[in-house]
């Protein structure tokens, strides 16, 4: 059985993962000062997050799910190239509709398409398609089992700069209740089986970092790992170097560095850290 993958630009992935695995991803919209842009063309992630910082709330930029043309397309062009089946893995459908589109896409095609919310973001989202795409020659069954194998294994943790992005998105009307009105703090939050959850808050960037970096610590013998920031390489770098500092010896070789996309910058906002990580 031949197995085709797709995931949405959510999924963070890397250009030369997507082509090494024919994976095919469908990107999200970004609509900025009026003009839409597929997630990933016609403005870079740095570009983006630079704009961000300077943005007045009246020109703020929303997103948007991909169509169900965008994802008819893939599936159709995937069966064409001769795959017996679909995987369609993607963000958690809690926190956007992007999973909506791919369920009523794949009402097309009965019987040949899975879709699968991964309940995560970013390479939490990523590293499920991987573990699909390297399973996918032992058939839907091994694809399927990889996958559930590493969500049980996965965390993502992320500290924002701010609550001003996540309070403006109305996204996770939980967290805000949880941190009120704290604008000023570093609110420190989990990604896991589709919801975000508060972890606690800081008052400084330092205090952030070092949270970040002992949660990392924490997770032991690792088969994957990547470093996430929204415009934040600095501070990535070192949350990267205090880990290999450590714990040399328990992280993989082929480690994810990552600046995260814009459609999920916009409602985190620029200057976060994190990172997402599967246990050995």
Do not use: W
Request: glycine share 8%.
């Amino acid at each position: 059985m031949k197995i085709g993958i797709v995931t949405d630009s959510t999924s963070d992935l890397p250009q030369y993962l997507i082509e090494g695995h024919e994976l095919e991803i469908v990107p999200s919209i970004l609509i900025l000062d009026g003009k839409e842009y597929a997630d990933g063309i016609g403005i870079s992630r740095e570009d983006f997050y630079n704009q961000l910082t300077t943005l007045h709330a009246s020109r703020y930029p929303t997103t948007a799910a991909p169509s169900i043309g965008d994802f008819t397309a893939r599936y159709n062009s995937l069966l064409a190239r001769g795959c017996d089946h679909i995987l369609s893995i993607h963000a958690a459908g809690t926190l956007t509709a992007i999973i909506n589109s791919a369920r009523q896409a794949a009402d097309d095609f009965p019987n040949k398409i899975t879709i699968i919310d991964s309940g995560s973001l970013s390479l939490g989202l990523g590293f499920q398609v991987l573990a699909a795409a390297e399973s996918a020659e032992l058939g839907l069954p091994a694809a399927l089992e990889a996958i559930e194998s590493t969500r049980k294994r996965l965390r993502v943790f992320a500290a924002l700069d701010t609550m001003e992005n996540l309070k403006r998105s109305g996204r996770v009307p939980g967290m805000v209740a949880f941190f009120g009105g704290m604008l000023s703090i570093k609110p420190m939050v989990e990604i896991r089986e589709g919801n975000v959850k508060p972890i606690g808050a800081v008052r400084t960037t330092k205090r952030a970092d070092e949270r970040m970096l002992n949660l990392l610590l924490e997770m032991g013998e690792m088969e994957r790992l990547a470093i996430l920031h929204t415009n934040a390489e600095s501070r990535a770098k070192e949350l990267l170097n205090g880990v290999m500092d450590r714990q040399h010896k328990l992280v993989p070789r082929d480690i994810l560095f990552v600046n995260v996309t814009a459609v999920i910058g916009t409602h985190l906002g620029a200057h976060g850290l994190g990172f997402a990580a599967v246990r050995k």
